[in-house]
């Protein structure tokens, strides 16, 4: 578990950059589309403008024109190309990252009890399947405010978990968040219930299992109110399990994704307890 653990906490590390890159591809796509606009506007000028004749060539400028029209349109098929080029190698980082993350789930899953690799889904692609404008998180908020697509109990059921946790049955309180994220898969609650799972499994004595619960929090909801509360969890327990080099990398993502939060502060202190360069 520890070594599918570490190759998580890597990619995750990386997923801030990703997750933008798969944003910026969409963006690459709508300048590409407006370009191949101006070029067709272009053209349709010089059609324009050669079917005016001598005297409406003159009046526009004589073969300065022209030759102006000539070096827009090679200015706009360079900047065509780059676009493509940009956003093929964008595309391969994605592709890329979302591999490492489907390898990391069958990974995890091949060294855990009663997990069915069959049932594994494929990765969803980083960044998601459809960018989003919302604006990044820069510190953690006690709990994710449930949206209205909530399911039935979802909330209820969350509550149930996260009590147990409060009331010190930790055995209870990691059994109902497990069944809580086995039935509402995609849960907007979901980061905020494997922070609390990891925690129980912490207070059990499970270290890798809490490190997993936060990892897999984190990957839920990387930008969510619980995302750095689940980062510096996972880089502690990391750190716990003498994974210094691991550690010291993840909760330096604390500092670099949620600057000014409480979270960063705090992992500074434990990169400063891990002696990390």
């Not at 349109?73 to 489907?102: F, P, Q, W």
């Not at 499994?201 to 997993?212: I, P, S, V, Y």
Request: aromatic share 4%; proline share 4%.
């Amino acid at each position: 578990m520890l070594r599918a653990l570490l190759l998580g906490a890597a990619v995750l590390a990386a997923a801030p950059a990703l997750a933008q890159d798969a944003n910026r591809a969409q963006t690459l796509a709508d300048i590409k589309t407006e370009l191949g606009q101006l070029q067709t506007e272009i053209g349709s000028l010089r059609q324009e403008l050669q079917a005016s004749g001598q005297a409406g060539l003159q009046k526009a400028g004589g073969d300065s024109a022209l030759q102006r029209m000539d070096s827009m349109e090679l200015s706009l098929s360079h900047m065509t190309d780059r676009v493509e080029e940009l956003e093929n190698k964008i595309n391969r980082v994605v592709a890329d990252g979302t591999k490492r993350i489907g390898d990391l789930n069958f990974r995890v899953c091949e060294m855990e009890e009663n997990c069915d690799i069959s049932q594994l889904g494929k990765a969803k692609p980083l960044g998601g399947d459809a960018p989003t404008n919302a604006p990044s998180v820069t510190g953690p908020a006690p709990d994710s405010t449930p949206g209205p697509d909530l399911a039935i109990n979802e909330k209820s059921d969350f509550e149930a978990g996260k009590k147990a946790y409060e009331d010190g049955d930790y055995a209870s309180a990691a059994d109902l968040l497990t069944t809580f994220r086995q039935t509402y898969p995609g849960s907007p609650l979901t980061s905020d219930a494997m922070y609390y799972r990891g925690m129980a499994l912490q207070k059990q004595g499970d270290e890798a299992g809490a490190a997993r619960a936060w990892l897999d929090g984190f990957s839920a909801d990387p930008k969510g109110s619980r995302a750095a509360d689940n980062l510096l969890s996972l880089g502690k327990a990391l750190g716990q399990l003498g994974q210094q080099s691991e550690a010291c990398t993840t909760l330096g993502q604390v500092s670099a994704r949620f600057p000014g939060s409480s979270a960063a502060g705090e992992a500074q202190g434990a990169q400063q307890s891990l002696g990390c360069q």
